[in-house]
């Protein structure tokens, strides 16, 4: 009984001591060589030394009761599996060819075909690293000048994927999940392989396409032709995710309906760009406007004003019009809404031009050729830029610089006064603060230019008559804005 219990003792000794060995053994198996990344015959060995590893594994578990166990071997497993896993993920990342990361996906099938007869926990767990070098190869953006071209042109029209007349975009995805498939044959279920190709198709398109998309559209140099085009086709390809659904669904026989089916985000990256694309283009427009805007040189002092608007205005008027002919093209209310927003931008603009603290002193001749060019923004607005505003909505923009420009012109404050603070009141979009403001800056022009002629007697008469109108609206300012 006492040899029977040393021999049970020593061989309790030596399974622990090969376990303890052989996991040792797998740690420097599984230690990748430095330059792995550089050629498939890197991968290759890796690999062969992993399968080698497990296939004598496998084997002393069938020939050799007790030495090793299947709770010992699948421990080993997952600790291979995760270092395996971590070191293609790293590896992978240096790599910029998608033609190797192919290859690399074909070498891990012949890897799980290898182990297909061994126990099933490896080949499930042969899935997972696929995965992850799939995750990677999403992430592999093509230039931005690829980007850009295939963003910028004229989309096609719509049809089916399996038809054959896909944009670009479309022929781009549809071919990647042919690829997969045939490279990913890994004897799964149609809903495994459905699911699969889903959760592909969805890093490629919430993955590398959004980030072209964002890179295109956020390049400093695009312009509004560019943005105009890119929302087009995004929403021509919003609309035609549904194929890319019916074509997936042809080669899987899995209906979108199954319960746990996997949903394609496709009309979501393809909105969310469009969404960007439509900002920008309000943007862009704006930082125009504002270019035009440094043009302006008003003589605020100016005895009369010119007979037309000033040159800048009259240019920037024309930009707009131009603009806005390429915008009838846009979807749904982006036109109309990027008409109102430079409308309101300009508007508020030409508002700070006019109220700036160094324009300390202002004529009324620079305020009339002022409302020239207001006259001509009105003018824009009237014309119908873009179609679909009812009335006179786009006027409105103007409203504030309007009422302003009238109430001084037609030097209407008993009016004002009178009405200030009641719904009807003619000049109801003044605030006596900008007024006030504007009215501090004509007191003190100069006699010379002969200013409110029509006012006064002399001088004197007109500083009177300002300093009234300014101190009633002082006590409007205090009573109803303290």
């Known amino acids: 009984?006492?040899?029977?219990?040393?021999?049970?003792?020593?061989?309790?000794?030596?399974?622990?001591?090969?376990?303890?060995?052989?996991?040792?053994?797998?740690?420097?198996?599984l230690q990748p060589p430095s330059n792995m990344h550089e050629t498939l015959d890197g991968y290759r060995k890796y690999f062969n030394q992993i399968?080698?590893?497990?296939?004598?594994?496998?084997?002393?578990?069938?020939?050799?009761?007790?030495?090793?166990?299947?709770?010992?071997?699948?421990?080993?497993?997952d600790m291979a599996l995760s270092k395996t896993i971590a070191a293609l993920r790293t590896h992978s990342s240096y790599c910029s060819d998608p033609n190797l990361v192919l290859d690399l996906k074909n070498l891990i099938v012949l890897f799980a075909d290898t182990l297909q007869a061994s126990p099933p926990s490896y080949h499930s767990g042969v899935l997972l690293m696929l995965f992850s070098v799939r995750d990677y190869q999403q992430d592999l953006p093509p230039s931005d000048e690829a980007a850009a071209g295939a963003f910028m042109k004229p989309h096609m029209p719509a049809g089916s994927l399996a038809a054959g007349n896909p944009g670009s975009v479309?022929?781009?995805?549809?071919?990647?999940?042919?690829?997969?498939l045939q490279s990913e044959d890994l004897h799964l279920s149609s809903t495994e392989v459905d699911d699969?190709?889903?959760?592909?198709?969805?890093?490629?398109?919430?993955?590398?396409?959004?980030h072209c998309l964002q890179n295109v559209i956020k390049r400093r140099n695009v312009g509004l032709t560019e943005l105009v085009q890119i929302i087009i086709n995004t929403t021509h390809l919003e609309k035609s995710c549904q194929f890319l659904e019916e074509f997936i669904t042809n080669i899987t026989n899995v209906l979108p309906e199954t319960v746990h089916t996997t949903k394609l985000y496709g009309a979501t990256t393809f909105k969310d760009a469009r969404h960007?694309?439509?900002?920008?283009?309000?943007?862009?427009?704006?930082?125009?406007?504002?270019?035009?805007?440094?043009l302006a040189d008003y003589d605020w002092m100016a005895a009369e004003p010119s007979a037309e608007a000033s040159d800048y205005l009259v240019d920037l008027i024309a930009f707009l019009r131009s603009t806005f002919a390429v915008f009838?093209?846009?979807?749904?209310?982006?036109?109309?809404?990027?008409?109102?927003?430079?409308?309101?931008?300009?508007?508020?603009?030409?508002?700070?031009?006019?109220?700036?603290?160094?324009?300390?002193?202002?004529?009324?001749?620079?305020?009339?050729?002022?409302?020239?060019?207001?006259e001509e923004c009105e003018e824009f607005a009237r014309s119908g830029p873009v179609p679909g505003f009812q009335g006179d909505t786009l006027?409105?923009?103007?409203?504030?610089?309007?009422?302003?420009?009238?109430?001084?012109?037609?030097?209407?404050?008993?009016?004002?006064?009178?009405?200030?603070?009641?719904?009807?009141?003619?000049?109801?979009?003044?605030?006596?603060?900008?007024?006030?403001?504007?009215l501090e800056k004509m007191k003190d022009s100069s006699r010379k230019n002969n200013v409110f002629a029509q006012f006064r007697k002399n001088e004197r008469d007109k500083q009177k008559l300002i300093e009234g109108v300014a101190k009633q609206l002082r006590s409007l300012i205090n009573s109803h804005h303290s």
């Open 395 to 438: 006027q409105l923009a103007f409203i504030d610089l309007r009422q302003l420009l009238d109430l001084f012109l037609e030097w209407d404050w008993s009016t004002y006064l009178a009405d200030y603070g009641q719904p009807t009141c003619k000049y109801l979009r003044v605030n006596p603060t900008t007024a006030l403001i504007l």
């Open 328 to 374: 009838t093209h846009l979807p749904g209310k982006v036109a109309q809404t990027a008409c109102m927003s430079a409308c309101k931008h300009l508007s508020t603009s030409l508002m700070q031009l006019l109220l700036e603290a160094e324009v300390r002193q202002l004529s009324l001749g620079a305020l009339r050729q002022f409302n020239l060019d207001v």
């Open 51 to 77: 399968v080698g590893f497990f296939v004598v594994e496998d084997h002393v578990l069938h020939t050799t009761p007790g030495l090793v166990d299947r709770a010992y071997l699948e421990e080993l497993w």
């Open 196 to 210: 699969m190709i889903r959760k592909s198709t969805n890093l490629l398109l919430t993955r590398t396409l959004s």
């Open 276 to 294: 960007a694309a439509e900002e920008e283009i309000y943007t862009n427009l704006n930082q125009k406007i504002d270019q035009f805007l440094q």
């Open 170 to 180: 479309q022929r781009d995805a549809a071919e990647e999940v042919g690829r997969s």
């Open 1 to 29: 009984l006492g040899r029977v219990s040393s021999l049970q003792g020593a061989r309790e000794t030596f399974e622990n001591y090969y376990r303890k060995q052989r996991r040792k053994q797998a740690r420097l198996v």
